[in-house]
C-alpha cells in the first residue's frame, strides 16, 4: 500500500471499499479496490483471485485497465485505472438519453464485448453498475466479478445473484448458456439508456422472473425502426 496514497472513498459495498488514490510520487490517479478476506470462504477468495487473473489479461480501450494488484494477509488490493462517472448516475440525472447521445456508448459496449467474446470471455453481469464513462465520455467496463473464460466449457448460473432486471431467460431459468447471454444484457442496458427503465420492471422478484420467460418486449413508439431493430436482434429468446 505504501505505492499509493488515498485521495478519498469513492464507495463501499459487501465486497469491500473503492478508494480514489495517486501513484506515490507522481499524479497519475487510480482506482483502489480493497476486498476484505474476512467472512470470505476459500471458494469466494479463489474466485476473487480467478476475477483479477481474468481482467489482468484484458486489454481494450472500453475495458477498465487493472494495473495492479496484490494481497496481504486480510485483503485483496485490486489497482485499476480511474474512471470518472457511473453512468447510473448519468441516467438518475437525465432519465434517459436520445439516440444520438446513446449511440457512442452503445459503440463503446459492443466494441468491448467483441473483443471479450473473440477472448472467450463471458462477463455473465451486465447492467449500468458496471459501466463507468471517463473524462471524454468513453463507456467502459468493469466488475468481473461473474466473469468466466468458456474455454472451461459451458456455463450454468445456479442461483440468481440480486434483481434480474438485465438477465437473459436462459440465466434465469438455469438453463445452459452462452455469449448470447451478454447480448441480452446489452439490449436490456440500451432499451434502459433510450426509454429510462428496463424492458421488464416490476418489483416483484417473481413476477419479474416470469415477464423475462414469457413477456415479448414493447417498444416505445418514439424510437426509431434501426433502433428497435438493434434492439430486437439483441433481446431474442434464445
Given amino acids: 500500500m505504501d505505492k499509493y ?21 507522481t499524479s497519475s490517479v487510480v482506482a483502489l479496490k480493497v476486498i476484505t478476506k474476512r467472512g470470505k470462504s476459500l471458494k469466494e477468495i479463489k474466485g476473487l483471485r480467478q476475477e483479477c487473473e481474468i481482467q489482468r489479461g484484458l486489454h481494450h480501450p472500453n475495458i477498465i485497465q487493472m494495473l495492479d494488484s496484490f494481497e496481504t494477509d486480510n485483503e485483496i488490493v485490486v489497482i485499476t485505472e480511474f474512471a470518472h462517472k457511473e453512468l447510473t448516475v448519468v441516467l438518475s440525472k437525465e432519465g434517459y438519453l436520445p439516440e444520438e447521445r446513446a449511440q457512442r456508448i452503445v459503440w463503446d459496449l459492443v466494441s468491448a464485448l467483441y473483443y471479450l467474446h473473440s477472448h472467450r470471455v463471458l462477463h455473465r453481469d451486465l447492467k449500468p453498475q458496471n459501466i463507468l464513462l471517463d473524462q471524454k465520455n468513453n ?32 440465466l434465469v431459468e438455469e438453463h445452459p448458456y452462452d455469449h448470447n447471454a451478454d447480448l441480452w444484457s446489452l439490449g436490456c442496458i440500451i432499451y434502459e439508456l433510450l426509454v429510462g427503465t428496463p424492458p421488464f420492471c416490476t ?36
Wanted: with cysteine; net charge positive; aromatic share 8%.
Fill in 203 to 238: 418489483t416483484s422478484l417473481l413476477h419479474l422472473i416470469k415477464m423475462i420467460r414469457h413477456d415479448q418486449v414493447q417498444f416505445p413508439s418514439f424510437l426509431s425502426e434501426l433502433c428497435i431493430s438493434f434492439l430486437k436482434g439483441n433481446l431474442r429468446i434464445q
Fill in 5 to 25: 496514497e488515498v485521495i478519498g472513498l469513492l464507495g463501499e459495498g459487501s465486497f469491500g471499499r473503492v478508494y480514489k488514490a495517486t501513484k506515490a510520487g
Fill in 139 to 170: 463507456a467502459k467496463l468493469c466488475d468481473f466479478g461473474f466473469a468466466r473464460n468458456m474455454s472451461t466449457g459451458t456455463h450454468v448460473l445456479t442461483s440468481i445473484k440480486g434483481t434480474p432486471l438485465y438477465m437473459a431467460p436462459e
